[in-house]
């Protein structure tokens, strides 16, 4: 019995290490991803992106016609040459839309890519930081944020000119003061946690706490904001070729397509419900799979915090 | 003291505003080539260009242009338009009440629709209703505003119900609400792009607030649950809706230019677009700062409400 | 006898979709004018015992069977109305953290009234303010207007308290439900605020069901204790037959892991863990952790034994335990051997927080393989005084020396030796890891900062690294979130000691741990220190604690070391006045007892 005793007490030294409780598996790297995706409307959002995406990827490719070719008379209804009908110009509505996405999308993603990068950026150092620095750039920020996003393109177009380009460029620097705003805050709660003072008592170089301890931790939020940005670009470009300030005619795109048509929305309404659906859908997909990602983010924070 | 902690916000704000009159003024110095010429386009004959580069003080350096220009805003001389040639105040004065009274509209039936919205929902929570009217707010929110409108458009204008007009057909100097009928879309629409966020922000923060320490105490301590939702929770629950309903009035300030384009409401954010398209920038830079102006004292605002309505932040500004 | 106030039968709580239990077979019963402390560690469902009296189950629980009677009535059986008349009027409730259960928009005087308009609704308005009056006085806070117009966060923690205290009195309730209500609290205030519960208890003949996990604060409060585990009662008693003769092998060892003020016993740990809901063993849920365990108890978890005089226990072997020769454990009583050299001094430090002045030329020696305690409340200093010795805080004036070098005030501008030296770990386990790595990364990480070597070898060099603190070498491959508390701040002390440094230190190490647990580390940090020839600075605000681990202990109040001396000498006869106020008010279980006498008397 006292042997037994013995060995209880020492227990705690170095002969019978106490194990682990099994019960938890090593976790999967991207548990975020894994978690969001097992929600229905995670699914439904990619799906619904995916047809979209391909439709505007591959749409050029399996147009009955070009998008500038004329095949019938303005305004007519779908008939057995035009499925959707034809626009006010007398070409084809269906060739026109499957042409019209790819610069929509590419647009969107390029500048909510701008904008995450620099966003981030900015958001970070500002909350690592949390000095002068900090002050300069949330001030830099404030002006920025003090355009509402259209105004600001807008604005440089009016200067510029219709230049994609231009577009992108206005787009990102007007997301990046919003999702640095975000990760700032986000990181302004993570830099004060005692594994960063951790880091920092043993004199870890400033860029490596930055980017090694703070950004990881940030991923989810930045991740909710990647969806939301994409959103809102695909918005916004659409409506900035809406105003006509996009692709110029006779280039076919969705927001053209609709500013182009809607006068004879009684007429001949597909020339306008088809790319009025396909960036509905497309913005709502996008929408659907943010709200799974920030669902999970949600899920795990409260697993995390026990 | 309290007031200066307002005055230094307002402080801020000024600070923030002339830093934006700097990036707008800028605008003018990214014309490419010669301003006179780049803004009149093909319509550029000598005298035109000469007279353009007059009132545009052109022939200055950057500098005078720009004190010049500020200084004309600030007392209300917003310069002329290059395309009609004239004062842009006059342009935009009739616009600007029709812009307000559209906003205003929509602001009045959003701002309390929201509130209710995001309380009852919060109480409700996770049960049917929940779910569908969360799942409406977000497919509401995804959408950019034109789709929002040009739907309405579908639905509305044209043969499903033939309820409003699509298309405001008001004279030049004619108010909006003489006719009352042209605010319904355009309103609606702004409506139905604002409430899903508002209501959202207001359900998480009453969810947030029904699961705190203090609810959980007050329904411990016996209170009838009248008391607990309207004395403790929702006092407490609007504070970040504060926040999100001045940062989506602000919003609003941009909504407006492509919802006015959708149904060509005459006001001042139709007046932007065709402005850009004639890059007629004595127009634009106004409407410009006119709409920062707008955002920024809003943000403002929303500032000072959370204050006042803290009373951590209240006590703490000895 | 009369009637029990408080019965409660057989009561199951579980969890609502899967019906996994979180406490099940509860059974005990209050008087009025009695104090039933209610103890357990994280995960006994001690708390949810507690919430059961006021008919409140937790969001995603729900009642699953039993009876909670209350002056005679089912509290499950209550409409809402009754419920609702119940909670403040009939059982009160005191809250763990009154920060966040005061309503911090609204008023103290709003929130005092509204308890009594709600339950005393046919007062007049001058009885009920009256009433209030009459609460505030009773808990010794001012009674003026002035005061009920202030806000929650205008108020310091300990009268946050007794406006709570006040807010349960007032409708002169038959039961009060306590919930730890002095965690967080200094042990000054932990004091009065213990006073004032077990007076008012008294002259109003109150039932109180106080839950806590401080055995000490029970010792001195409660008539009777019940002990949790594993959301069962594994025994209950009057307060002298279950300290000073338990029976239960969980009582026995939780006792021996409470530290004793008077250093007479070394402090043991329990090995293991405790099973969450969901994951209880078969058989005795202690079984695995027990060293009376045997065939008998893995299959089936023992009935109720009654003892006689009210003293309960459920175990196969309660016998033998009491007979069992106590575990000695790791620890060492007596003096140490201390090293002559000294390894870290501080000289004339004074340190700020911007424009306010923490530290007041602070001078303090640590030898070789010594441990010096810097013991005081929440504001004395001592953590800056640990920040700053480390680097992490620099804005100070004075000198640190690491042997006979003087170090740069931040930590950055050290060079890479002096940050090897001197290791610093912190209070939370839950915030010191980086929950997107693992642990091996994490560990890894600092091996290669210090003792650069080849990646492959990374591997073996992290499992030395966590053997070292006893856990097993499939820990790499977790994340923190994965591990418990214990098992983290192990990971926390693998991780300095991976640099190899002189001084370690300690940063309230143990505060968020449960006593088990805490008596686990403090048993592995002495170890550690004997075998590597460690110096510890070990902060603490628990007086009791530093008996088990510190040869020398300087006392702190208010930025400035009040007296410095051998733990011994300082303990036993303290010259400050500070420091006696301090013990007398540090409660004990053995003077608590009467089995020694108080450690100062306060003059």
Partial sequence: MSDQTADRALDLTLEQPPTLIEAAPARARFALVADALRLGRTRVGLGIVTVLVLIALVGPLVAPYSPTEFVGIPNSPPSSDAMFGTDALGRDVLSRFLHGGRTVLWLSAAATLLGIVVGVVVGLIAAYARNWLDDVLMRSNDVLLAFPQIIF????????????????????????????????????????????????????ARWRIVFGEVLPNVTSPLLVEVGLRMTYSIGLVAGISFLGFGLQPP????????????????VQPWSVVLPVIAIGFLTVGTNLVTDGLSRALAGIDRRADS | MLTRLILRRLALGLLTLWLVSLLVFAATLALPGDAAQAILGREATPERLAALRDQLNLDEPVVSQYIQWLGGILTGDLGTSAATQEPVGDLLSDRVGNSLFLVAISAIVAIPLSILIGVWTAMKRDRPVDHVVSTTSLILASLPEFVIGIALIL??????????????????????????????????????????????????????????????????????????????????????????????????????????????????GAALVEAVGNRDMPVVQAVTMLAAGIYVGLNILADVATILVTPKLRTAAR | MSAPVVEVSDLRVELEGSGVDIVDEIALQIHAGEVLGLVGESGSGKTTVGMALLGHVRRGGKVGGGAVAVDGRDVSALGDDELRRLRGGVVAYIPQDPGTALNPALRIGTQLAEVLEAHASSWSEEERRQRVREALAEVALPTDGVFLRRYPHQLSGGQQQRVAIAMAFANRPKVIVCDEPTTGLDVTTQARVLETVRDLCRSHQVAALYVTHDLAVVAELADRVAVMYAGRIVESGAREAIFSAPRHPYTRRLLRAVPDIAGKRTVV????????????????????????????????FPPVTELGGGHMVRCFHHAEAVKHAEPEGAGQLGPRTVGEELVLTVRDLDAHY????ALFRIDLDVHREECLALVGESGSGKTTLARSVSGLHSDYTGQVRLRDDPLPEAARRRSREARKEIQYIFQNPYASLNPRRTIGQTIGRQLQLFYPGARADTGRRVAECLERVALSSSAASRFPDQLSGGERQRVAIARALAAQPSVLICDEVTSALDVSVQAAIIELLGELRRDMGLSLLFITHDLALIRTIADRVAVMNKGRIVEQGSVDGILTAPSAEYTRELLANTPSIEVALGHAPPTAAST
Avoid at chain 1, 176 to 184: G, K
Avoid at chain 1, 192 to 197: H, I, M, N, P, T
Avoid at chain 2, 161 to 190: I, N
Wanted: charged share 20%; net charge negative.
């Fill in chain 1, 251 to 266: 280039d076919a795109d969705w927001g053209l397509m609709i500013n182009e048509n809607r006068l004879s929305l009684t």
């Fill in chain 2, 155 to 268: 639905l509305f204008a044209t043969e499903v119900f033939h309820w409003f007009p699509a298309v405001s057909l008001l004279g030049p100097g004619e108010k909006a609400w003489d006719d009352p009928e042209v605010v319904v879309l355009p309103a609606a629409t702004l409506v139905l792009a604002v409430v899903p966020y508002i209501s959202r922000i207001m359900r998480g923060s009453m969810v947030e607030v029904l699961e705190s320490e203090y609810v959980t105490m007050a329904t411990l301590k016996g209170l009838p649950r009248r008391t607990v939702i309207w004395r403790h929770a929702v006092p407490n629950a609007i504070v970040p809706a504060i926040q999100v309903t001045a940062l989506q009035l602000a919003y609003l300030a941009g909504g407006v230019v492509v919802v006015e384009f959708v149904f060509s409401y005459p006001g001042i």
């Fill in chain 1, 153 to 204: 393109v807008l604005l440089a177009v009016s200067a510029i000119g219709p230049k994609l380009w231009l577009i992108v460029l206005t787009v990102g620097l007007t997301h990046a003061p919003r999702v640095a705003r975000v990760i700032r805050g986000a990181a302004l709660e993570v830099v004060e946690r005692d594994f960063v003072k951790s880091a920092e008592v043993v004199g870890e």
């Fill in chain 3, 269 to 300: 740990g329990i090995p293991g863990r405790a099973a969450l809901p969901g994951s209880r063993p078969e058989g005795c849920f202690f079984h695995p952790r027990c060293p009376l365990a045997d065939d008998e108890s893995r299959s089936a």
């Fill in chain 3, 354 to 357: 911007g424009a306010s002045h």
